[in-house]
Structure formats: structure tokens, C-alpha cells
Nanobody, 124 residues
Framework: QVQLVESGGGLVQAGDSLRLSCAASGGIFNSLTMAWFRQAPGKEREFVAGVGRNIAGTFYAESLKGRFTISRDNDKNTVFLQMNTLKPEDTADYYC?????????????????WGQGTQITVSS
């Protein structure tokens, strides 16, 4: 069973940067596709970014490409989300997710493991 623990959330101002971390345990980390999703109040959970087993294989929500960067450190069993130029509309709970499929895509239903989430609030 894979456990995921996110960290790095908080309250920031518009224009700030923030880096989230997700530490994984209980599985073979480098066999998992990792991703970040987010859920704003009153909205459905949406895909943010993903990174395949091959560190170079990243994919993003089109609207966030260029501001957010996902990366992973397979030696430390950790995945990161660097978020730059944050906007109030980025306010949400951010979730780390893991999939056993090599190409799970952007749908949450293909991710088997989830963290508890970390909250980010961006003030204007």
C-alpha cells in the first residue's frame, strides 16, 4: 500500500511562488506515475500536472503550463510541484496522486493512491 504525504501549502500573496512536496512510502516509487490535482471550493477536482516513471516525461493542464513545474526525485521518493506567479484562482486543496499505470493520463479515476491534501490560499 502506497502512502502519500503532501507538504508546503499555506497562505501566499498573488505573484508569489510556492513549492509543494509529496513524500511517498510503501511502494516502489520509480514504478509509479505521479501527479498533482487540485480542488477549489465548490468545484470538481482537476488535474494539474503529472510525471511518468521516466523523469523526463511530464504533462500539464494546458492552462497551467509555463507557471507550474512538476518534478520527481526517485532517490528520495518525492515529487514536487513548483508554482510560480500564483493567482487567487489557484486557491485550492492540492492533492498528490500515484498510479500504477504507465500512462494514466489526466483523469483522477486512473490514480489509485491519494494524499490527504494541502491547502493553498492566494490572496489578491
Amino acid at each position: 500500500q502506497v502512502q502519500l504525504v503532501e507538504s508546503g501549502g499555506g497562505l501566499v500573496q498573488a505573484g508569489d511562488s510556492l513549492r509543494l512536496s509529496c513524500a511517498a512510502s510503501g511502494g516502489i516509487f520509480n514504478s509509479l506515475t505521479m501527479a498533482w490535482f487540485r480542488q477549489a471550493p465548490g468545484k470538481e477536482r482537476e488535474f494539474v500536472a503529472g510525471v511518468g516513471r521516466n523523469i523526463a516525461g511530464t504533462f500539464y493542464a494546458e492552462s497551467l503550463k509555463g507557471r507550474f513545474t512538476i518534478s520527481r526525485d526517485n532517490d528520495k521518493n518525492t515529487v514536487f510541484l513548483q508554482m510560480n506567479t500564483l493567482k487567487p484562482e489557484d486557491t485550492a486543496d492540492y492533492y498528490c496522486a500515484a498510479a500504477v499505470l504507465a500512462y494514466p493520463g489526466t483523469s483522477a479515476k486512473f490514480y489509485q493512491y491519494w494524499g490527504q491534501g494541502t491547502q493553498i490560499t492566494v490572496s489578491s
